[in-house]
């Protein structure tokens, strides 16, 4: 069990360009989660895909994001046209989903973004 | 709606000393839920969980959390803080029927003092 791994660990960007990161959950997990962290603040929902399929957004992710989990294995989650305000720390988890709980969410070390 | 309030922003205590962070949650239901851990530059880490399977549930690192039914409450505790204990705590709230996502608090930071 390696844990999760996200990569890159940091990426500085200008405004309006467009970021892609990586996440590669615990193998045999079947959910993966994105979450966002800005600073003093306790990270936010943003998806979550069992298996390949994509099945909640929060509101918090607005059109110029896209994440997807090809073949339910590693997700990637791209940010268009970047925003100053999009600078945050971006987490991802996993967990082997049991029905009718909410399961322990491993999480990766996370991909800072800073937006200049 | 479920969510999750950390009463203290920051708690410092001395080294050896007992710690107390604080967390009350609001649920329509059984909740899932559980403390994590982030040390700087570091990724969030699992302390303990509640499931109903215990009203006391012990953690890592000598950590413990009651769930009070009447008081809607989840209090993280240790009898003895370490240096290492330093760290910005998270109380969380596992939405089962919402695919598990978790909400989290606004996180409580623990100072040691010598």
């Known amino acids: 069990d390696t844990g999760v791994s996200q990569d890159p660990r940091h990426k500085i960007t200008k405004r309006g360009q467009n970021v892609t990161f990586r996440c590669d959950p615990i193998s045999e997990h079947n959910r993966l989660y994105w979450y966002r962290q800005t600073l003093g603040q306790g990270p936010e929902f943003l998806t979550y895909?069992?298996?390949?399929?994509?099945?909640?957004k929060s509101r918090l992710l607005s059109d110029r994001f896209s994440a997807e989990r090809p073949k339910g294995s590693f997700s990637t989650l791209e940010i268009q046209r970047t925003e100053q305000g999009d600078s945050a720390m971006y987490l991802c988890?996993?967990?082997?989903?049991?029905?009718?709980?909410?399961?322990?969410?491993?999480f990766g070390p996370g991909t800072r973004l800073t937006v200049l | 709606a479920q969510s999750v309030t950390q009463l203290d922003s920051h708690v410092s205590v001395s080294e050896g000393t007992p710690v107390l962070l604080r967390c009350n949650y609001s649920?329509?239901?059984?909740?899932?839920l559980f403390w994590y851990v982030q040390h700087p530059n570091k990724g969030l880490q699992l302390l303990l969980k509640y499931t109903s399977a215990a009203t006391l549930v012990k953690g890592i690192n000598g950590f413990e959390a009651e769930f009070k039914k009447s008081e809607t409450s989840f209090h993280l505790t240790k009898p003895s803080a370490h240096m290492s204990d330093a760290a910005e705590y998270f109380c969380v709230v596992g939405i089962y029927n919402q695919g598990g996502k978790l909400i989290f608090g606004q996180g409580t930071e623990l100072s040691v003092k010598p």
């Open positions: 649920s329509s239901y059984s909740p899932s």
């Open positions: 895909f069992q298996n390949e399929a994509q099945l909640e």
């Open positions: 988890a996993s967990s082997l989903a049991r029905v009718r709980r909410a399961d322990t969410q491993y």
